[in-house]
């Protein structure tokens, strides 16, 4: 029986993976290294450090240790310039209901996002109180597939990982669902991870699966 639902943030619950998507996109053309929607994807879920790495992996050229604090440094100035116009209309389709209704069936709730700016959008979107427990890129030593941030998230609502479910459109986060034994629901470009235990069109149909 699942007594909880974590939720990945970015992609999940706000459309936040397009300002990822731009404000990457800007530092690769700054540095002429192509870029794509394809190369996008290897992002979603994984650090802003990590991120650096796969997207140089297209570059001609070596980076110094510093070059790529500056890149990285660079790019989060310019996703969190997009933040700011970041309001509730960004909430994915049905999120707020779900969230709402999982409560009222006594199921907790929990974000498990390797975000540091978790906190800062989920203000944003008028979010930040309805969740039982937060758990984001602030809290953790290794980012996803490594199941830390799950774990963390577990453990702050005090429910055994065995009975947390997760909710991913990341690849790199159904991976690390499983590996913290949860419940692996993919989303969006998780759909056809080969580890998801189920994969959803639609945030609703998540509700079903949990009560039974
Ligand atoms: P930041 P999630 C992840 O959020 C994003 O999907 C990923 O693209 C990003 O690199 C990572 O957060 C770190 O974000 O630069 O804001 O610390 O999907 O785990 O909610
Ligand atoms: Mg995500």
Same mark, same amino acid.
């Given at each position: 029986?699942?007594?909880?639902?974590?939720?990945?943030?970015?992609?999940?619950?706000?459309?936040?993976?397009?300002?990822?998507?731009?404000?990457?996109?800007?530092?690769?053309?700054?540095?002429?290294?192509?870029?794509?929607?394809?190369?996008?994807?290897?992002?979603?879920?994984?650090?802003?450090?990590?991120?650096?790495?796969?997207?140089?992996?297209?570059?001609?050229?070596?980076?110094?240790?510093?070059?790529?604090?500056?890149?990285?440094?660079?790019?989060?100035?310019?996703?969190?310039?997009?933040?700011?116009?970041?309001?509730?209309?960004?909430?994915?389709?049905?999120?707020?209901?779900?969230?709402?209704?999982?409560?009222?069936?006594?199921? &907790?709730?929990?974000?498990?996002?390797?975000?540091?700016?978790?906190?800062?959008?989920?203000?944003?979107?008028?979010?930040?109180?309805?969740?039982?427990?937060?758990?984001?890129?602030?809290?953790? &030593?290794?980012?996803?597939?490594?199941?830390?941030?799950?774990?963390?998230?577990?453990?702050?609502?005090?429910?055994?990982?065995?009975?947390?479910?997760?909710?991913?459109?990341?690849?790199?986060?159904?991976?690390?669902?499983?590996?913290?034994?949860?419940?692996?629901?993919?989303?969006?470009?998780?759909?056809?991870? &080969?580890?998801?235990?189920?994969?959803?069109?639609?945030?609703?149909?998540?509700?079903?699966?949990?009560?039974?």
């Amino acid at each position: 029986m699942i007594s909880a639902v974590i939720f990945d943030l970015d992609g999940v619950i706000v459309s936040t993976d397009n300002y990822h998507y731009q404000a990457w996109k800007k530092i690769a053309d700054e540095e002429n290294i192509y870029f794509d929607e394809e190369v996008n994807n290897r992002l979603r879920g994984v650090s802003r450090s990590d991120s650096l790495e796969i997207i140089l992996e297209r570059s001609e050229r070596k980076y110094t240790e510093f070059e790529k604090t500056r890149l990285t440094e660079a790019k989060n100035t310019y996703y969190i310039k997009l933040l700011e116009s970041l309001t509730a209309e960004a909430i994915l389709p049905n999120v707020k209901e779900v969230l709402i209704k999982l409560k009222t069936n006594k199921i &907790k709730i929990a974000i498990g996002s390797s975000s540091k700016n978790a906190k800062l959008i989920l203000k944003q979107i008028g979010l930040i109180d309805l969740f039982d427990a937060i758990s984001d890129g602030n809290d953790i &030593k290794r980012s996803k597939p490594h199941p830390e941030v799950f774990l963390i998230a577990a453990k702050r609502l005090g429910i055994e990982p065995t009975k947390c479910a997760v909710i991913e459109d990341a690849s790199a986060g159904i991976e690390a669902a499983k590996k913290a034994r949860m419940y692996a629901i993919g989303i969006g470009a998780a759909k056809n991870s &080969k580890l998801c235990d189920l994969s959803v069109d639609n945030i609703a149909e998540i509700i079903e699966i949990v009560k039974k």
